[in-house]
């Protein structure tokens, strides 16, 4: 089992910036794959970035290419999402998933684990 653990949210004015921490403990593999995803009110929960441990690959959406940076912290069993230039359509819970092995997941069932997640609201 892997017990995920988000922080960071917030209230940010429009092109403010965020940082979402997701703690990661209990078992752990070296090909671990950690992604954070995003559910506005009233859609579908939807993928941001995913970034895997034994190499430090990333992946991003289009919709935060350029804007958002995922990076990890093996040491500390730690991902981070640096988010820049937001703006009110980035308002969404933000939610942290782990997957033992893989590579590029983008979907919800891709993942294993999951943490309760992070608000993130962004007033224009």
């Known amino acids: 089992q892997v017990q995920l653990v988000e922080s960071g949210g917030g209230l940010v004015e429009a092109g403010g910036s965020l940082r979402l921490t997701c703690a990661a403990s209990?078992?752990?593999?070296?090909?671990?794959?950690m992604g954070w995803f995003r559910q506005a009110p009233g859609k579908e929960r939807e993928f941001v970035a995913v970034?895997?441990?034994?190499?430090?690959?990333?992946y991003y959406a289009d919709s935060v290419k350029g804007r958002f940076t995922i990076s990890g912290d093996n040491a500390k069993n730690t991902v981070y999402l640096q988010m820049n230039s937001l703006n009110p359509e980035d308002t969404a819970n933000y939610y942290c998933?782990?997957?033992?092995?893989?590579?590029?997941?983008?979907?919800?069932?891709?993942?294993?684990?999951w943490g309760q997640g992070t608000q993130v609201t962004v007033s224009s």
């Open positions: 998933a782990a997957k033992s092995t893989g590579w590029r997941m983008t979907r919800l069932i891709d993942y294993d684990y």
């Open positions: 970034i895997r441990w034994s190499d430090g690959s990333t």
């Open positions: 209990g078992r752990t593999f070296n090909n671990l794959v």
